[in-house]
């Protein structure tokens, strides 16, 4: 798509030339590829650019004075819908051209958007929610397994200990050593399981992620 400005280079009107100017570099400053028509020198782009011209468009004479502006054959507007689109953000949309991303009129069409359809990046904020839930009530399922497994495999280490200890007492006994020392070996083990299996307790009962 090719932008057409038709314009007059040799116009005796101030006003005009400055509009032509106003027009162009616009175009220049948002890098839009487009052509300037001379209808000053060519009376070709002089009856075309009339001819093409809506009619409702034109004013009480007739005669429309440049800057006209068109998108191939499409017609866009003069200078002041033209004027009338940079106030507004819109010149993209007044060319018939999409608007680069990240420009003010992309955003504007993109809030746009979002307020007419009331989408949003998370459509379905229910389904996320409750997915998060199943997650942590997975892990929180996983390390009470873990935990029920641990003191599982303490309980039976103790009761092997306690038959390990009933059958050294015997085999004391019947050997005649001195059964207040081992007694004393008794309790000493005690208290080192007991040590140990109140620090593996703590351990256990921390909340995740501590």
């Known amino acids: 798509m090719v932008i057409k ?3 007059a280079s040799s116009s005796g009107s101030t006003a005009i030339k400055k509009k032509q100017q106003d027009v162009v570099a616009f ?8 052509t300037e028509l001379d209808i000053a020198c060519s009376e070709e782009n002089r009856m075309w650019m009339r001819q093409n011209v809506p009619q409702d468009k034109k004013p009480a004479n007739g ?8 998108n191939e054959e ?17 010149v993209y949309t007044f060319l018939g051209l999409p608007p680069p991303p990240g420009s003010k009129e992309a955003v504007q069409a993109e809030e746009e958007h979002i307020m007419q359809n009331g989408t949003h990046v998370e459509e379905n904020p229910d ?6 839930e199943e997650e942590e009530e ?4 996983d390390l009470q397994s873990e935990e029920e497994e641990e003191l599982r495999q303490l309980e039976e280490e103790e009761e092997a200990e306690v038959e390990e200890a009933s059958r050294l007492l015997a085999v004391w ?6 059964s207040l020392s081992f007694s004393f070996f008794l309790m000493c083990q005690r208290e080192k399981k007991k040590t140990w299996k109140t ?12």
Do not use: W
């Open 5 to 7: 400005v038709f314009l």
């Open 127 to 132: 389904d996320s929610v409750a997915q998060a």
């Open 138 to 141: 997975q892990v929180e399922e």
């Open 74 to 90: 499409s017609y866009c507007g003069d200078y002041e819908t033209f004027f009338d689109a940079k106030e507004d953000n819109s």
């Open 27 to 34: 175009l220049e400053a948002l890098k839009v590829d487009y």
């Open 63 to 70: 005669i429309p004075l440049p800057p006209q502006i068109f």
């Open 173 to 178: 006994t019947m050997t005649s050593h001195n």
């Open 199 to 210: 620090h593996r307790s703590k351990r256990l009962s921390k909340p995740s992620g501590q």
